[in-house]
């Protein structure tokens, strides 16, 4: 990955708000009822240039396609791999099951997903190539001339599959583990033959502790994150370190967050991992302050770190005073030439759903670029 001796570099986790025709043709492949696969495949190719170019405009050095080709971060894959079907129990996360009535107010407002989470119920192999190369050639023809210093795409993590998509046929965790590891590798390793950045979403080391392993103590789950990072780690033999970075997240819900796992108890488990660089929460109420464990713990030579500077579950755009000090913070830590300024999480994990205005979202993302070039100022 590109990183600057001159400035702070500007890029975010991901997702970005779908158009509605956009929302509407996914929810229509979602639910079975899509008549036209072409119309289809035209406006993903349209959405991932519009994204691309609207990107660039705000400021944006290292862009994505915006996930526009897919249903959910994770839930993508059941459209590319045999071996999942059917549907799964919701697990209400360990914060928000504490809350019922909000629980009862958010799902009566339509602020939950509108999508299937298959589970895992045969043997795991290749489907459909298609829609990866597709995603392939719009990124590659939408960044053409686009003036963005470079580009990344989104994949799941073996961890976060496993995490969406529970195993009814593997007779363990680690074999389903190790099944989707050596799977799911392809694609990293296409997306890396494509000249692409890859990032890895895994927020099963984080969020998995109030969600799938909320009956388990924290040394049990790390234990069970140390398992989805050398997964991950296999499955990127042979993409570079620098090639690759990896998103940390609690859930990307507004919520109270009283259940998160403290980042100090997965740090080790964490550094660990393959990528160069680590993408993670740092602007909201609840993880803010644990900059202070990268400046205690310190923070391995090799490793990048691309901090949330801003958030992604609300529509207040921050000050790029603010952004600039959030970014100056972790220059300090580890050296200005090691931070990129990202964001805490994708704005539209799932298709259409979301509580970010899209016009607020480019806001927020401008506001992100300018406290990096304030930021820049002060230290360079």
């Known amino acids: 990955m590109k990183l600057s001796t001159e400035r702070i570099l500007t890029t975010h986790v991901g997702s970005l708000p779908r158009p509605p025709d956009v929302s509407d043709m996914l929810l229509a492949k979602e639910e079975g009822t899509l008549a036209d696969q072409g119309a289809f495949d035209a406006c993903m190719t349209g959405a991932v240039a519009d994204v691309v170019r609207q990107q660039v405009e705000v400021g944006v050095d290292v862009v994505s396609d915006g996930e526009m080709s897919k249903i959910g971060y994770s839930t993508y894959i059941k459209d590319r791999l045999n071996g999942f079907s059917g549907d799964s129990p919701r697990r209400v996360p360990a914060d928000l099951a504490l809350y019922p009535e909000y629980v009862q107010r958010i799902a009566s407002q339509g602020q939950t997903p509108r999508l299937k989470r298959a589970m895992c119920t045969g043997e795991i192999s290749v489907k459909d190539e298609a829609p990866l190369e597709k995603d392939i050639a719009n990124m590659a023809a939408a960044l053409e001339g686009s003036g963005a210093t470079e580009g990344f795409m989104n994949a799941a993590s073996p961890g976060v599959i496993s995490l969406f998509q529970p195993n009814q046929h593997y007779p363990s965790q680690e074999a389903y583990l190790a099944a989707l590891a050596d799977i799911m590798r392809a694609e990293y390793e296409a997306l890396h033959a494509a000249g692409f950045v890859i990032q890895l979403d895994c927020p099963d080391l984080a969020m998995g502790r109030h969600?799938?392993?909320?009956?388990e103590s924290d040394d049990a789950f790390v234990a069970h994150a140390a398992a989805q990072v050398e997964a991950l780690n296999h499955a990127l033999e042979k993409v570079p370190a620098e090639a690759a970075r990896l998103h940390l997240c609690w859930g990307n819900y507004e919520g109270p967050h009283v259940c998160d796992i403290e980042l100090d108890a997965i740090y080790d488990v964490?550094?660990?991992?393959?990528?160069?660089?680590?993408?993670?929460?740092?602007?909201?109420?609840?993880?803010?302050?644990?900059?202070?464990?990268?400046?205690?713990?310190?923070v391995p030579e090799?490793?990048?770190l691309i901090p949330g500077v801003i958030d992604s579950v609300s529509n207040f755009v921050e000050h790029p005073g603010l952004v600039a000090e959030r970014i100056c913070r972790f220059a300090d830590i580890v050296g200005r030439e090691r931070v990129i300024a990202g964001a805490d999480c994708g704005f539209a994990t799932f298709a259409g759903f979301g509580k970010i205005d899209p016009a607020i979202c480019y806001a927020k993302l401008r506001t992100l670029s300018e406290g990096a070039a304030m930021a820049s100022d002060r230290l360079w």
């Open 302 to 304: 090799d490793k990048v």
């Open 211 to 215: 969600t799938m392993y909320a009956d």
């Open 270 to 298: 964490v550094m660990r991992a393959k990528p160069q660089a680590i993408s993670f929460e740092a602007a909201n109420p609840r993880h803010a302050h644990e900059w202070v464990v990268f400046a205690e713990r310190g």
